[in-house]
């Protein structure tokens, strides 16, 4: 009989070549195969459902009684997921999900090699029902509305699945595990529960760890055995994609105190290390991603994600993602165009267009002024790009707010800014930030550079990590009970110290010594 070496695996084939039945060993096959495949796990338990139980008899008799079984780990228990022929070349695969609201990306990931072989993202088709959340949760309470949007979902899930596999030249059966990493409500609505609750007082979400699932539950294009795994949550605002942040941040399990914020459509702040994590979330996302902006849009070829301008010229320069013409501007962008506005001298600490300084570049369009970024022959849309007042106005309540997050959590927690190791920025927006335009424009404090680590798409490294290890897997359960969370929608101080942070980069300038002003 194989025997399997422990590992870090939560998801596994066992070798296992069992006794054949005869007049003198009548145990039934079932009870057979899962003895025979204690032995292999070291006398770890193993059940199996009932739809493979049919099947076993005549699989057993068709592979001579040798067989490789294909097992998931759940609650201390080992479950069967399905049996083939001794020796086979098994291509077993899984998948890892950040499940946006706005964007889902996909990684297929080859379980044996631990290796990730393709990644696409999609645009969130419950778009169609609405941009935001709550429009979406408000739509789930209609008549057959929730059962829509989860359809929705399931159904480009289920094609962009099919269209993964074959470019990777495998059937469907063959991706035998899924792990999800999303906000709370994102959660609810993939699993076809109700998020009623989630936006009205007290704010309580149907579950917050929810239970392994089989794919065929939810009518996932998988192995229909495959076991689900979604990340769990701490509450209505801090969801399994910040559980997976921490998870691929490594914060919690280090010595030194570590900041991770992730800016989508809220901005979510942990701050912690291995003893302790105090948690927080603040709306202060649209206008750093960009989705504020008149020329905004969301990371993509075309969209400027850094722009400088010459002190002297007034030159602007601009780089956009693949070289494309350009389209619009994202947040890292937006914050690179409004940090180098200000000092250029163009903008006031204010955030306020100093004419003389934009010269012909400023321009009033039906009342309102407008800064030509790119004019028309030079954009890729035949259009002037333009940032208005108004953009600029949104961009600088966002940044207090962001600022006045991390500075409202820290003084709660009598934490000093430089005590911070580590400054942890996930997300599209953390890998195209340039953290020195956001320094100077106040958003985030003025710390050393090297202190930033921009840590990309941490939901889905995080979905992918518990996909591939027991130990991480195990560990996001740890990481949600440790999390205390802080309302600061109910903090007066938040408020005060919001409309201290409404200018650039402060109203008290000694907080940001190395940000120069023309």
């Known amino acids: 009989m194989g025997r399997i070496p422990k590992s870090d695996e939560w998801i596994k084939v066992v070798e296992t070549r069992l006794t054949r039945p005869s007049l003198k060993d009548n145990t039934g096959d079932v009870d057979r195969l899962l003895k025979g495949i204690e032995k292999g796990l070291q006398r770890e338990k193993v059940r199996s459902d009932f739809s493979l139980v049919k099947r076993i008899p005549n699989l057993l008799r068709e592979y001579g009684y040798n067989i490789r079984a294909l097992l998931y780990e759940d609650g201390h228990c080992w479950h069967l997921m399905d049996v083939y022929p001794s020796r086979s070349d098994l291509r077993l695969y899984g998948l890892a999900v950040d499940m946006g609201s706005s964007t889902v990306v996909v990684q297929l990931v080859n379980l ?14 419950q778009n169609e029902i609405g941009a935001d959340i709550l429009t979406r949760i408000h739509f789930a309470s209609e008549d057959g509305g929730l059962d829509r949007l989860q359809t929705l979902l399931i159904d480009k899930l289920n094609q962009e699945i099919r269209h993964v596999a074959s470019k990777e030249g495998i059937e469907t059966d063959a991706i035998v595990a899924m792990s999800v990493a999303g906000n709370t409500t994102m959660t609810h609505l993939f699993l076809g529960l109700s998020p009623y609750w989630i936006c009205r007082e007290p704010y309580i979400p149907v579950v917050n760890n929810p239970a392994l699932l089989r794919c065929a539950e939810l009518g996932l294009a998988l192995h229909s055995e495959a076991p689900v795994l979604v990340f769990p949550n701490v509450g209505s605002y801090l969801g399994g994609d910040l559980i997976a942040g921490i998870l691929a941040s490594g914060m919690a399990e280090a010595d030194d105190l570590s900041i991770l914020v992730d800016v989508g459509t809220n901005a979510e702040v942990v701050i912690g290390n291995r003893d302790w994590l105090v948690a927080c979330a603040g709306a202060a996302g649209p206008a750093l991603e960009g989705g504020v902006a008149s020329m905004g849009m969301m990371a993509g070829p075309g969209v400027i994600d850094k722009v400088r301008i010459n002190p002297v010229s007034k030159a602007f320069s601009v780089r956009t993602i693949q070289d494309k013409p350009p389209m619009g501007i994202c947040g890292s962008g937006l914050i690179d165009l409004v940090a180098q506005l200000f000092l250029a001298g163009m903008i006031d600490l204010r955030g306020k267009f100093v004419a003389e300084r934009c010269a012909e570049r400023l321009q009033e369009m039906d009342g309102i002024k407008h800064l030509i970024v790119m004019d028309a022959k030079d954009s890729g849309t035949g259009k002037d790009l333009t940032l208005s007042q108004p953009d ?13 997050i991390l500075t409202t959590i820290t003084t709660m927690l009598n934490v000093s800014m430089k005590e911070i190791s580590r400054f942890n920025i996930a997300g599209t927006f953390g890998s195209y930030i340039d953290p020195r335009s956001a320094i100077t424009l106040g958003m985030i404090p003025d710390l050393p550079l090297e202190t930033y680590r921009p840590l990309g798409n941490t939901s889905l ?6 996909l591939l290890s027991a130990a991480a897997r195990d560990e996001i359960y740890r990481i949600r009970d440790r999390i205390t969370y802080v309302e600061l929608n109910v903090n007066q101080e938040f408020m005060n110290l919001f409309s201290a942070a409404k200018f650039i980069p402060h109203t008290d300038r000694s907080l940001f010594p190395s940000v120069q002003s023309y």
């Open 112 to 125: 044996v090699k631990k290796t990730v072989k393709e990644e696409i993202s999609f645009i969130n088709p």
């Open 392 to 404: 600029i106005d949104a961009l600088i309540r966002s940044k207090a707010a962001m600022y006045t």
């Open 461 to 466: 490294n995080g979905a992918c990590q518990a």
